[in-house]
């Protein structure tokens, strides 16, 4: 009985110490997947930290290129496709610009609840700010001389604008002046003709007792208006012609044409209106 007993503590003092050790392990374990799940998070932090830090790098470069175009364009200012590429190019720099701004702000917000050692990261993120500084005030030297360049732009397009409306004015004083000078040299080289029956010519008045246009009151919108270097040959279509008004002979011929009709050429306009400007033919 006595050995009985005896072997029933030793089984009981096994078992305490199997339930112990089993404690001790299951605290550990729990030690190990807690610094696990730490440094799971601060890998992920700092995953996500350094992605932001390229995009923001990545992003510089592209504004720097961005500059370059402009530069470029900026050879040739007076072309309009120039001047639509660095406002294009100026626009994509200044919303880059913005949203490195933005993603810069967010990375210092989480350097204040990062659960690692964040001084390496800060000098980082020190680094960038540094550059975006830079970089904005290079972004605000091309913004204000871009500025300046559409002024100037603008300037000389008012000047030529202005020129251009000079040229218009002037072109139209002249065009007024020639339109006067040809209007006046038509004038001077005008002449009138007429021709009908006797009967014709009196109720026109242009035949009265006192004689071939002696009144002043004859119908004027009767007559022909002619360019006296141009028109020389007058057809009166009629086998009988007379002319009652005085004209140098030798200045013209009155003959008639194939169908016996007679047509009036004038060989020496100069001499042939040098004694009046009206021309009256009766015919018959």
Not at 225 to 235: G, M, S, V, Y
Request: net charge negative; with cysteine; proline share 1%.
């Amino acid at each position: 009985m006595k050995q009985i007993v005896i072997a029933m503590m030793c089984v009981l003092a096994l078992t305490a110490c199997n339930m112990n050790n089993k404690g001790e392990v299951s605290a550990e374990q729990q030690k190990i997947d807690s610094l696990n799940n730490v440094n799971a998070t601060m890998q992920q932090q700092m995953d996500e930290m350094m992605t932001t830090i390229n995009e923001v790098q990545e992003a510089f470069q592209h504004i720097n290129e961005a500059e370059g175009r402009i530069a470029i364009a900026n050879a040739n200012p007076e072309s309009g496709s120039s001047r639509e590429s660095m406002r294009e190019n100026l626009l994509f720099i200044q919303q880059t610009m913005e949203d490195n701004r933005q993603k810069i702000a967010r990375l210092e917000e989480r350097l204040q609840t990062a659960s690692f050692n964040t001084t390496r990261m800060t000098q980082l993120v020190e680094r960038l700010q540094q550059q975006l500084a830079e970089q904005n005030q290079r972004v605000n030297e091309l913004e204000a001389e871009l500025a300046a360049r559409d002024i100037v732009i603008a300037q000389q397009g008012e000047q030529i604008g202005q020129l251009s409306e000079s040229v218009d004015n002037l072109s139209q004083e002249n065009a007024a002046q020639q339109e006067t000078i040809s209007s006046q040299d038509a004038d001077l080289h005008a002449a009138w003709y007429v021709f009908g029956t006797k009967n014709e010519l009196k109720e026109q008045r242009i035949i009265t007792k006192e004689g071939v246009l002696r009144t002043a009151d004859f119908n004027k919108g009767y007559f022909t208006k002619i360019d006296i270097r141009i028109d020389k040959e007058i057809a009166l279509y009629s086998k009988n012609a007379q002319l009652l008004t005085s004209h140098p002979a030798g200045s013209y011929t009155l003959a008639k044409n194939s169908e016996g009709k007679y047509v009036l050429t004038i060989t020496d306009p100069d001499t042939f209106w040098s004694t009046s400007k009206y021309l009256v033919v009766q015919v018959k």
